[in-house]
């Protein structure tokens, strides 16, 4: 929950890095809460609300930790743009946000997993 916190807090900060840990706890907690507002919407019949406006709030927090993350390997974040390629940009994304850090520093700061 401490991931998701932290990223929430940061929401529109797109510069630094974001380790894989950040990255992909995020996106399980975001999935976790869809999942159940999904069911809160089935339950009280309001299909898409709950969710649509889960997601409105949660876009600019994605976005900044995906290009966070694109930071941390390296690459700049205009590569989530790679996603509009519909299956094969999220196949690549899916594959640069699985990558290891850069060791040390980069182009966009010091390695968040600590020295080496």
Same mark, same amino acid.
């Given at each position: 929950?401490?991931?998701? !916190?932290?990223? @929430?807090? %940061?929401?529109?900060? +797109?510069?630094?890095?974001?380790?894989?840990?950040? =990255?992909?706890?995020? &996106? !399980?907690? %975001?999935?976790?809460? #869809?999942?159940?507002?999904?069911?809160?919407?089935?339950? @009280?019949? &309001?299909?898409?609300?709950?969710?649509?406006? =889960?997601? !409105? #709030?949660?876009?600019?927090?994605?976005? #900044?930790? @995906?290009?966070?993350? !694109?930071?941390?390997?390296?690459?700049? *974040?205009?590569?989530?743009? $790679?996603?509009? $390629?519909?299956?094969? *940009?999220?196949?690549?994304?899916?594959? +640069?946000?699985?990558?290891?850090?850069?060791?040390?520093? %980069?182009?966009? /700061?010091?390695?968040?997993? /600590?020295? =080496?």
């Amino acid at each position: 929950m401490q991931w998701y !916190l932290k990223v @929430l807090k %940061n929401y529109v900060g +797109f510069e630094g890095r974001a380790t894989r840990q950040e =990255y992909w706890m995020f &996106i !399980l907690f %975001n999935f976790i809460a #869809a999942c159940i507002l999904s069911i809160v919407e089935l339950v @009280l019949d &309001i299909p898409g609300v709950l969710t649509g406006l =889960y997601g !409105l #709030a949660v876009f600019l927090p994605s976005l #900044a930790v @995906l290009v966070r993350r !694109l930071h941390d390997t390296g690459r700049s *974040g205009w590569w989530f743009l $790679i996603s509009f $390629i519909p299956f094969i *940009g999220t196949i690549v994304l899916i594959v +640069f946000a699985c990558q290891d850090s850069q060791p040390l520093e %980069n182009h966009y /700061g010091l390695n968040p997993k /600590g020295s =080496y």
